[in-house]
């Protein structure tokens, strides 16, 4: 009867189990590059995941005549740029805090 009990309160849906799954997500947003700086001096970036798939600001064309300013795929991919952009310095403080927690908290 312990044992089940145990399983239970383990499984169980909380604020805390939110608040990671947010931060994981966000988390995966945020590693995700278009281009990562060239080591060799004079040669141009090299294409990383987001380049290949096409998932670039380069590849979109803003306007108030194009269409694809409403697109899903337009605002996501400025969504991602925003995230990499605006929440590269509070992720590193926001994970630090969410490991300490889990290590005292377990």
């Known amino acids: 009867p312990t044992f089940t009990l145990c399983i239970c309160q383990a499984m169980a849906f909380s604020l805390g189990s939110l608040f990671e799954a947010v931060l994981l997500c966000i988390n995966a947003v945020a590693v995700l590059q278009d281009y990562s700086p060239n080591l060799q001096p004079g040669q141009p970036p090299v294409p990383r995941f987001l380049a290949k798939m096409g998932w670039t600001t380069d590849n979109t064309r803003s306007g108030f005549d194009s269409g694809e300013a409403s697109s899903v795929k337009y605002k996501l991919i400025h969504l991602s740029k925003a995230v990499r952009t ?6 590193i403080g926001v994970n630090a805090l969410a490991v300490i927690y889990l290590i005292l908290m377990g």
């Open 86 to 91: 605006l929440l590269r310095v509070p992720l």
